[in-house]
């Protein structure tokens, strides 16, 4: 509190680097009974971190989604802490703070708690690019990779309005440079500055407007949305690692439906998933495709709604399963064995639909599970439900079982079966077999004779009921 005083009264400035002046203007500041933010919904972290930065004499504020989703009555995901102080100077100021990333340098300070431990990201306020001429030297090598502005500049950086608000949990104002506050009355997704030129700067910001606007429910505004379409193809330079981590975010948004829909409305799902283009580009000859992919995300979202956790192995599994499906039929139509079959489409999945973005391997593995656990379920007798049920995947394979068994893919008696041997006693599980065994009659071979089988054999469509 002291050195605040101090501070302001010597006008000292804690930043490294200014450049420009504010060139938005002055904030527009708005007061409690007028945004109406529940501080109940406040991070107590994140307002340690602003107190502790503030007392230090530092300007600090929530910033960014945090704020927006507070206006919304929403309790945000994380908070973002925006700061006058360096990386340097906040990092002094926190037991557990570490600096992270060298080109846009930010520090996470973490807390620990009940539960998980708690990241609060803080940046220093950024200059914008155009007036920080002089980071790129006539090389095009970076010379300076953080060079720090004003407030109101940090604010003309952002993407959207509703993004650019900074609130002080201290005096429990708002600070307003792009005229957020009545953007969200109007319930209006708008670009900060000339919109062709900041989708330009960075693509990834028209994927951020349909995943926003999915999540809002707001219209984006008549300029913000009308060059997406002309510009959809600056996506396909962004680089993959990037384009998935947005498309991750979107499909876990808890709105991914709407916000795939959002994208198929703007043109913008072409080349971000093969099986995007496939789903929504065609019309009947998909709908079971696409029901099953409604299905999945309408799935998802539910969950992610009501708290609960989602694998992204489990949702690309599901996106993915049309194509695979397809590919399984068509190699055993090849007289490729029912397995060798399964194993060789998911490979030619997998390959197509990485042409645009590559899935990371630690999903692709997941993916890989869920599927070739698939047609285990069809073996009700003998050893292999038991085995089955033991799998360390089994959760994902049963709840993927089920949602094919929704969509009529599947015989729902057969997902039921499994609900009823998961729950069972050890005499209620042999009753299941003994009635598995009897469906299928005198005919079926026993797993050990087929297991010797060595020619393979020619299905003509996947999964038949091992015996
Ligand atoms: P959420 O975390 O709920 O997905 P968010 O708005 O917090 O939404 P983040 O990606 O966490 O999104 O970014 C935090 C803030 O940083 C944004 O609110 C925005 O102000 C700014 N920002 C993020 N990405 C961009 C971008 N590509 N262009 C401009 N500003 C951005
Ligand atoms: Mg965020």
């Known amino acids: 509190m002291i050195t605040k005083f101090i501070n302001r009264i010597l006008r000292r400035d804690p930043m490294v680097k200014h450049t420009q002046a504010n060139n938005s203007g002055a904030p527009k500041r708005i007061p409690k009974k007028a945004h109406r933010i529940d501080p109940h919904l406040l991070s107590k972290n994140a307002v340690k971190v602003t107190d502790t930065l503030q007392q230090a004499g530092f300007e600090a504020f929530i910033v960014g989604g945090a704020v927006r989703d507070l206006a919304l009555g929403i309790g945000p995901k994380d908070f973002d802490v925006a700061t006058n102080a360096t990386p340097d100077q906040v990092q002094r100021l926190f037991r557990k703070a570490r600096l992270i990333g060298r080109r846009f340098q930010i520090v996470h300070v973490t807390f620990f708690g009940k539960g998980h431990p708690e990241i609060i990201e803080v940046s220093t306020f950024r200059a914008l690019l155009d007036n920080a001429g002089d980071h790129v030297a006539e090389s095009g090598r970076i010379l300076r990779d953080n060079v720090w502005g004003s407030q109101g500049e940090d604010a003309a950086r952002r993407d959207f309005t509703i993004n650019a608000m ?14 957020g506050m009545a953007d969200m009355q109007k319930k209006t997704l708008r670009m900060i500055g000339d919109p062709a030129k900041r989708y330009r700067e960075d693509p990834v910001r028209m994927l951020r407007a349909i995943r926003f606007a999915a999540k809002t429910g707001f219209t984006l505004d008549a300029a913000t949305r009308a060059p997406i379409a002309k510009l959809s193809n600056l996506l396909q330079d962004v680089p993959s690692a990037r384009l998935f981590d947005e498309i991750l975010k979107l499909l876990m948004s808890g709105y991914s ?11 913008l799902h072409h080349g971000l998933l093969p099986l995007l283009d496939h789903i929504l580009d065609s019309g009947e000859d998909s709908k079971d495709a696409n029901d099953f992919v409604k299905l999945a995300l309408a799935n998802t979202d539910q969950r992610i709604q009501s708290g609960k956790s989602v694998s992204a192995g489990f949702l690309f599994a599901t996106l993915l399963w049309p194509d695979l499906l397809k590919n399984w039929k068509a190699n055993i139509a090849k007289g490729i064995s029912n397995i060798p079959a399964l194993h060789d489409a998911m490979d030619d999945t997998i390959a197509t639909q990485s042409s645009g973005m590559t899935i990371q391997r630690r999903f692709e593995s997941d993916m890989r599970e869920i599927w070739s656990m698939q047609p285990r379920f069809e073996k009700r007798v003998g050893r292999y439900p038991y085995r089955l049920i033991e799998s360390p995947r089994f959760r994902a394979g049963y ?4 949602l094919r068994c929704a969509t009529g893919e599947k015989d729902p008696a057969i997902g039921q079966w499994w609900t009823d041997f998961i729950t069972a006693d050890p005499a209620g599980q042999e009753a299941l077999m003994a009635s598995a065994k009897a469906e299928l009659g005198s005919s079926a071979s026993s797993p050990a004779k087929r297991r010797r089988r060595r ?7 996947p999964e038949p009921e091992a015996g």
């Open 166 to 179: 900074y609130y002080d949990p201290s005096s429990e104002t708002v600070l307003d440079y792009h005229g």
């Open 257 to 267: 439906w709407a916000a795939i829909q959002g994208l198929k409305d703007a043109g």
């Open 399 to 402: 709840d993927f079982m089920l």
């Open 455 to 461: 020619k393979p054999k020619s299905d003509s469509s």
